[in-house]
């Protein structure tokens, strides 16, 4: 491997740029803190009064600190129990934002011909909205569930399994990869945190987007500063 090269907030390690947008097929997201600005969770738990407790488990597993993604999950979704399903539309309006270059590098890919898609830890309630608002062509994530109009604390099984940790999103773009005849290597994977590491490792190229230590640690590119765009000066488009 190369020795990274650390330029203004952006560091390779593993390849000499620049490559070409068009050798690669698809482009794979994380959306909390990736494509998003916050995390989905953590300000949904503001609605009960436990952002605090939830946010610190959040941190950790995002860290890798907390192995288990799945448990972790779990805990936090336990302490929404009660809270009104209006708070999931309060955040979407108030606190979510997309990060910025988020629409540039989006639009780049799909006029470069690559497919996307959208693999979160988080709801179908921002996810679905995000893949409509970005165009992104397929979306997976877990699903709250609700009843009487209040969350209950749970999540709802869904046909292809529980919970969408860091294996079922490396699985997730492995068989978007193999329905469209596309290798592992012609695919970038997105991400900011531990459980990004899986599918970011399935990629032929990984991007470590303002991201835990140990993920850019490992990532073939750490923007550390600026926008998501900033892939397009190592990925160039022709």
């Known amino acids: 491997m190369t020795a990274p090269n650390t330029a ?6 593993g ?3 620049p490559l070409a947008l068009a050798d690669f097929r698809l482009i794979a997201f994380d959306m ?3 494509l998003i600005n916050i995390e989905c969770i953590d300000e949904i738990a503001d609605a009960a009064g436990r952002k605090a407790e939830v946010a610190a488990i959040t941190e950790a597993a995002m860290r890798g600190e907390i192995t288990d993604f799945k448990d972790s999950l779990r805990r936090r979704v336990a302490l929404l129990a009660g809270v009104p399903a ?4 309060a955040v979407l309006d108030e606190r979510l934002r997309l990060n910025p270059g988020a629409e540039t590098l989006l639009r780049t890919c799909r006029e470069a011909g ?3 898609l959208l693999v979160s830890g988080g709801f179908t309630f921002f996810a679905d909205r995000v893949r409509e608002r970005l165009q992104i ?3 997976r994530s ?3 569930e609700v009843v009487n109009g209040h969350l209950t604390g749970r999540l709802v099984d869904q046909p292809w399994g529980d919970i969408c940790d860091g294996e079922e999103k490396k699985r997730t773009l492995l068989a978007m990869c193999a329905e469209h005849g596309f290798e592992p290597r012609q695919a970038i994977a997105v991400g900011d945190g531990a459980n990004d590491l899986p599918m970011m490792g399935a990629a032929g190229l990984s991007v470590a987007y303002h991201a835990k230590p140990k993920v850019r640690a490992q990532a073939m590119v750490a923007i550390n500063e ?3 765009d900033r892939l397009l000066e190592v990925v160039q488009p022709r």
């Open 32 to 34: 909390d803190s990736t």
């Open 226 to 228: 600026g926008g998501l």
């Open 142 to 144: 877990n699903v709250l």
């Open 137 to 139: 062509d397929a979306a």
């Open 15 to 17: 390849f000499t740029p």
């Open 86 to 89: 209006s708070a999931l539309q």
């Open 114 to 116: 690559l497919k996307t």
């Open 8 to 13: 203004d907030g952006l560091v390779i390690q």
